[in-house]
């Protein structure tokens, strides 16, 4: 080898850089001393062909012998790899295959185990309770035998009716129990003591000791009726916390299962004994010691009235009542009469509102937010997960939300439960679907929103017309559901929307609420009648009561009967019949019914809450401005500074919460699974092609290609990390302002979304590497593509919360576009320099380089020197290139956390 193609370092400067020698022997300035591609170089003079099978790259002083399976044609440049791009492909998509649907089939399988677990529990309770039932039925019998027995003895032996023979009670309990057998096993007739005349009996008083036993012996060896009765003892002798001892035995899913529905079985006998729920049977109910208690909430509010921030209009005005534990509450108006507003006061969510009044929890003035862990709020609209079934829906907000002490077996209890009382078993295993994928009905979606509210056991539940859209049928069943929650000392209050007349009846209170948030009634359902009645108001034959009202405070119907009150009138008539203070503006129509209290005029406001000064249009939008501050300050102090919990109920905690949360959006994403494989695909489109059009340049060390390959693999990275967060916010919101984790939550999205941090620089580069084939190492490119789609993944997570997806998705497409650009552009001035500084762009593209410019050595020295000086990148700067990708990916995530915290609370 000539030594034109050995660098030697200039004399007396051993610590140069690149010296003075690339003035001769850059390739841009000296491109005859460098060997052309496809042949090799063993002296300045001398220029060798490539042979077959073998490849020359620029600059080549000997030739390499190609890999197995891939080809080289006479004066290749480099060795076509595409071979081993097909085979990583390929193995790859059978490994993704395997893991997709051995996942799937792991959840198909367990689903369908404990699907035949439930069903053979449900069987054996149901097979107890019909023997169970059958042995009350004998017992019965046995009874009216026995009695009519002594009926007749006592006929029979009337001089001894004051004398009762011990052999005679023999003969009696003998003969009941007898006859108690007989009827429980169904194996001889049922005959009655009384049909044997009185000299049989000893005849037969040999036999009946030896059937007897036999058939004692065989109940005995009835393991199922044995434990059962075992069962109902030990559960009306103990509590529900001596219980927790033997819960912990109930281990598989069959014990589980037989343990909720022999549970289910003996609530419906309870139930049925009481009556159907009748105000005995109620008593009974709640007089029995191991019923599980919960907290009683009762919320009272005095002089309530909301107006909005930014306009001054009142909404709510001057309410007063209480909602108590036990009853259901129902609140009703026209359109625009503030029911919601009422419902979001009382829950504490009455953001951008001017609050004045008070609102007492168990009269004492405390903080609403204080009790949410066992307060459940039920939206309006149907916020439940698509893609999870409904029963996977109620499993995940009964395992976050119920007392972390609670035993499993008691949680599966309280699932099952809330799934018969909603009428859900048909579609327990079917998904609940989304608005491109169809699953249950709307009735039934309805039900699964009110359901993930049930399953937590509250003691307060605030629903928002979760009877629209439900036709009456359905309606009822939900109200049943929900009047057993009552039953338990739950105090429930919901907003409807004209009920039919048996729906209005199932109601135990009523707020009635004309427009402009004024209370027109407030009491027992029971009542309501009786008290428009005083003022006049008779409702019509064959009209339903609640659509009358609703019509006369539209002012669409005239009160009938002999009445002459102006729907107008009617809040003024109901503060004067309660005693409350009248407003200013309101006491020129109540000087007509007499006399009134006065309210406070420091306190009185214009009757539609608006101001009469005149604002510019500068006073106007500094007004807005100072109105969307307050509203943001507001929701900052509510996310970061919790307030005291009262509830007395210890969910569990972060870890085991994030535990919850990683199974349920894996099982998510595995139903996403053709959603992944399209990205994947897109993916290896793009490596493809970027592989066909952009080869590795030795003039540049392949920056062409990298730049491309930046581009694109930040743009189909952000936009699919976009799906993570952009698409639960509802959700989110739901979730957390009922007291669950929003760490945990973060975590289990971002531990997810690792797997696919892992695999798509892989696909990527099963096409471009082999397509390119750069100097650097698989390797070397894996490590950057994988820390550089960790930050822009991050940086993803940040847009999704900010903005709305339309918007996500043009910042998204814009970033990584403007910031390659300034990469790729000489650092003239200081602005651009931080600019490209910032740049997560720059760092990947030069890590890229390095490790390719790494490989270039002999002849190239001068050139990579020059090279890297020009871009201001050193060959040891490669770790610092990888670590700040990483920081900057870390940094964004804490950016996502304090975003999340902070702007999807609404």
Request: proline share 4%; charged share 25%; net charge positive.
């Amino acid at each position: 080898m000539h030594d034109t193609y050995l660098y030697h370092l200039p004399p007396m400067q051993p610590n140069h850089t690149c010296g003075g020698a690339n003035m001769w022997a850059d390739i841009s300035s000296s491109t005859e001393i460098f060997c052309p591609a496809g042949t090799y170089c063993s002296t300045i003079t001398k220029k060798i062909p490539c042979s077959r099978g073998h490849y020359c790259r620029m600059g080549s002083t000997s030739e390499q012998r190609c890999f197995k399976l891939s080809s080289c044609d006479s004066n290749s440049e480099t060795q076509n790899m595409q071979a081993y791009g097909i085979m990583l492909i390929a193995a790859l998509s059978t490994l993704l295959l395997i893991i997709y649907s051995c996942s799937d089939q792991v959840l198909t399988t367990r689903e369908r185990r404990m699907a035949k677990s439930r069903e053979a529990a449900s069987r054996s309770v149901r097979k107890t309770a019909n023997a169970r039932q059958r042995w009350k039925d004998a017992k019965n019998a046995a009874k009216k035998g026995a009695k009519g027995l002594q009926t007749q003895l006592s006929q029979t032996f009337t001089r001894k009716k004051n004398f009762v023979d011990p052999e005679e009670i023999s003969i009696l309990n003998q003969a009941t129990t007898e006859t108690k057998i007989e009827l429980f096993s169904h194996s001889h007739p049922i005959t009655s003591p009384m049909t044997g005349s009185s000299s049989a009996g000893p005849k037969r008083k040999g036999k009946e000791p030896s059937d007897l036993l036999q058939t004692m012996n065989q109940m005995e060896n009835d393991a199922n009726i044995r434990n059962n009765v075992l069962v109902e003892t030990e559960n009306r002798e103990k509590n529900v916390t001596a219980r927790v001892p033997k819960e912990k035995q109930l281990n598989t899913h069959s014990q589980i299962f037989e343990y909720a529905y022999a549970q289910l079985e003996k609530e419906k006998a309870e139930q049925e004994e009481n009556k159907n729920l009748t105000f005995s049977g109620v008593i009974s109910m709640a007089t029995k010691s191991e019923q599980r208690k919960r907290p009683l909430i009762e919320i009272s509010f005095k002089d309530l009235s909301l107006s909005l921030k930014a306009h001054n209009k009142l909404i709510l005005r001057c309410v007063t009542g209480k909602i108590k534990p036990g009853r259901i509450t129902a609140v009703m108006g026209p359109s625009g009469a503030g029911k919601t507003t009422l419902l979001s006061a009382i829950a504490g969510k009455a953001f951008g509102c001017k609050v004045t009044g008070s609102i007492f929890v168990n009269e004492k003035n405390e903080s609403i937010h204080s009790y949410k862990k066992i307060i459940g709020f039920v939206p309006q609209d149907d916020i439940v997960h698509g893609n999870l079934t409904v029963e996977e829906n109620f499993r995940f907000s009964a395992l976050c939300r119920l007392p972390a002490d609670l035993p499993k077996a008691d949680k599966v209890l309280i699932v099952e439960r809330v799934i018969e009382f909603l009428g859900l078993q048909s579609v327990r295993n079917s998904l609940v679907g989304t608005v491109e994928k169809r699953g249950i009905s709307g009735g039934q979606r309805k039900r699964v929103n009110v359901g993930l509210e049930m399953v937590i056991e509250p003691s307060l539940m605030i629903l928002d017309e979760p009877t629209s859209g439900l036709d009456s049928a359905s309606s009822q069943l939900l109200l049943r559901a929900l009047k057993r929650e009552a039953l338990e000392g739950v105090n429930i209050c919901m907003v409807v929307h004209q009920p039919s007349y048996a729906l209005f009846n199932m109601f135990d209170d009523l707020i009635l609420l004309a427009k402009g948030g004024l209370t027109v009634y407030h009491g027992s359902v029971k009542k309501v009648e009786e008290y428009f009645a005083d003022l006049g108001i008779n409702i019509p034959k064959r009209i339903n009561p609640p659509d009358y009202f609703i019509d006369i405070l539209e002012g669409i119907a005239v009160p009938s009967g002999s009445s002459e009150v102006s729907y107008k009138e009617l809040p003024v008539r109901w503060m004067l019949h309660k005693g409350y203070p009248v407003p200013l503006d309101m006491q020129q129509n109540a000087a007509q019914f007499g006399m009134f209290e006065t309210s406070n005029p420091a306190r009185e406001k214009d009757p539609d809450g608006s101001s009469h000064e005149e604002r510019s249009f500068v006073g106007e939008l500094c007004h807005d401005v100072r109105h969307v501050m307050e509203l943001k300050r507001e929701k900052i102090r509510l996310n970061f500074f919790k307030s005291k919990d009262l509830s007395e109920r210890r969910t569990p905690g972060i870890f085991k919460q994030y535990k919850y949360f990683l199974i349920r959006v894996g099982k998510q994403r595995l139903r996403e699974s053709k959603i992944q494989a399209i990205d994947y695909l897109i993916l290896l489109l793009a490596g493809a092609c970027l592989g066909s059009l952009t080869k590795a340049r030795d003039r540049s060390f392949g920056a062409d290609g990298y730049t491309y390959t930046v581009i694109a693999v930040c743009l189909l990275c952000k936009i699919s990390a976009l799906r993570s967060f952009s698409l639960d916010k509802l959700h989110y919101w739901r979730e957390s302002d009922s007291g669950m984790s929003s760490l945990a939550y973060f975590l289990s999205k971002d531990t997810i979304d690792l797997f696919n941090t892992v695999i798509k620089p892989v696909v990527y580069l099963s096409m471009f590497y082999f397509f390119t084939y750069p100097r650097s190492s698989f390797a070397d490119n894996y490590i950057v593509l994988l820390c550089l789609v960790y930050c822009v993944t991050g940086i993803a997570y940040v847009l999704a919360i900010l903005f709305q997806p339309g918007a996500a998705q043009l910042w998204s497409v814009l970033i990584p576009v403007v910031f390659t650009l300034i990469a790729t552009q000489p650092k003239d001035n200081k602005f651009l320099k931080v600019i490209s500084n910032l740049s997560y762009s720059e760092w990947a593209l030069e890590a890229f380089i390095i490790a390719n410019a790494e490989r270039y050595d002999g002849v190239w020295l001068l050139t990579r020197c020059a090279l890297l000086k020009n871009r201001g990148y050193s060959l040891q700067d490669w770790g610092l290139c990888i670590s700040i990708l990483i920081l900057m990916g870390v940094i964004a995530r804490i950016v996502t956390f304090f975003c999340i915290v902070i702007f999807l609370k609404k």
